[in-house]
T-cell receptor
Framework: KAGVTQTPRYLIKTRGQQVTLSCSPI?????VSWYQQTPGQGLQFLFE???????NKGNFPGRFSGRQFSNSRSEMNVSTLELGDSALYLC????????????FGSGTRLTVV | DAKTTQPPSMDCAEGRAANLPCNHSTISGNEYVYWYRQIHSQGPQYIIH???NNETNEMASLIITEDRKSSTLILPHATLRDTAVYYC????????????FGAGTILRVKS
């Protein structure tokens, strides 16, 4: 079966711009989670969506937002980019979002210059 | 979520069993132990999870001590492709729960 697809794979943006990242989950998976990975902070949870509703949110500023569509595809948006937002953004899908069996995508590498 | 402690790195000879320890002394009764791994330049990969009993699947075995304060992930016959960062996570299995990743253990499998 097809895995979790994240687009684009690489992105370079300028400070102050905004960016939208996309995630297509495995067919049938209704839970989509987003994580940020940096060398200094490691993997950190951003938010989780299930059936178009955000069920959980991590400790990130309001510049980070997301949404989920009726087909379970999800997008995350970062507004007013800062240099510190440079990271690998990972999306994970699962049937119900209960901690086990998450399938992660390969991520989007965002560089803010 | 309970905090987990893992050694920063371990080496293992190819073909031998890799035993990765994890300490979770503050784990509560309803928290599961999950293991994920991350191979360079890829997203994390789910390996196995358990609550009290030992678990085995096609990838690995998970041994949880009777007091549940520690566990060991066992890769029975490590290969070079098993070189990765291994994360031990303790958390409640509830809808929408986040995975709290620590620094993990870098496992280097050597020929």
């Amino acid at each position: 079966k097809a895995g979790v697809t994240q687009t684009p794979r690489y992105l370079i943006k300028t400070r102050g711009q905004q960016v939208t990242l996309s995630c297509s989950p495995i067919s049938g998976h209704r839970s989509v989670s987003w994580y940020q990975q940096t060398p200094g902070q490691g993997l950190q949870f951003l938010f989780e969506y299930f059936s178009e509703t955000q069920r959980n949110k991590g400790n990130f500023p309001g510049r980070f937002s997301g949404r989920q569509f009726s087909n379970s595809r999800s997008e995350m948006n970062v507004s007013t980019l800062e240099l510190g937002d440079s990271a690998l953004y990972l999306c994970a899908s699962s049937l119900d979002g209960r901690g086990h069996g998450y399938t992660f995508g390969s991520g989007t590498r965002l560089t803010v210059v | 979520d309970a905090k987990t402690t893992q050694p920063p790195s371990m080496d293992c000879a190819e073909g031998r069993a890799a035993n990765l320890p994890c300490n979770h002394s503050t784990i509560s009764g309803n928290e599961y132990v999950y293991w994920y791994r991350q191979i360079h330049s890829q997203g994390p990969q789910y390996i196995i999870h358990g609550l009290k009993n030992n678990e085995t699947n096609e990838m690995a075995s998970l041994i949880i001590t009777e007091d549940r304060k520690s566990s060991t992930l066992i890769l029975p016959h490590a290969t070079l492709r098993d070189t990765a960062v291994y994360y031990c996570i303790a958390g409640i299995m509830e809808y929408g729960n986040k995975l709290v990743f620590g620094a993990g253990t870098i496992l280097r499998v050597k020929s």
